[in-house]
Nanobody
Framework: QVQLVESGGGSVKAGGSLRLSCAAS????????LAWFRQAPDKDREFVAA?????????SYAASVEGRFSISRDNDKNLVTLQMDNLRPEDSALYYC?????????????????WGSGTQVTVSS
């Protein structure tokens, strides 16, 4: 079982930046693929970005954030961060960190068994 705690959310104007962090703890946590998902009011939860250490380190991104968001992982600290630049109002959502035993940076939320409680991101126009 992996425990995940998110931090770094807040309010920013369009075009601004935020950095989200997720602290992971638990047995063999370094072997897990870690990802970010988000959910806006009245919308389904959607994939944002994922990082896996397998294969030398691979990442995947949702098309809507490609080129603006960057995911990275510090295995020594068991921390995964999401750097979000050029934010848009449509990026406003509750952002969740999730962990999966998958060896690929999957976009499928069903593969993620551990979830944090979320951190709010609000982008105003």
């Amino acid at each position: 079982q992996v425990q995940l705690v998110e931090s770094g959310g807040g309010s920013v104007k369009a075009g601004g930046s935020l950095r989200l962090s997720c602290a992971a703890s638990g047995r063999l946590v370094s072997l897990y693929t870690l990802a970010w998902f988000r959910q806006a009011p009245d919308k389904d939860r959607e994939f944002v970005a994922a990082f896996t250490a397998y294969g030398g380190g691979k990442t995947s991104y949702a098309a809507s954030v490609e080129g603006r968001f960057s995911i990275s992982r510090d295995n020594d600290k068991n921390l995964v961060t999401l750097q979000m630049d050029n934010l848009r109002p449509e990026d406003s959502a509750l952002y969740y960190c999730a962990a999966s035993g998958s060896v690929v940076p999957s976009k499928d939320s069903r593969l993620y068994r551990s979830w944090g409680s979320g951190t709010q991101v609000t982008v105003s126009s």
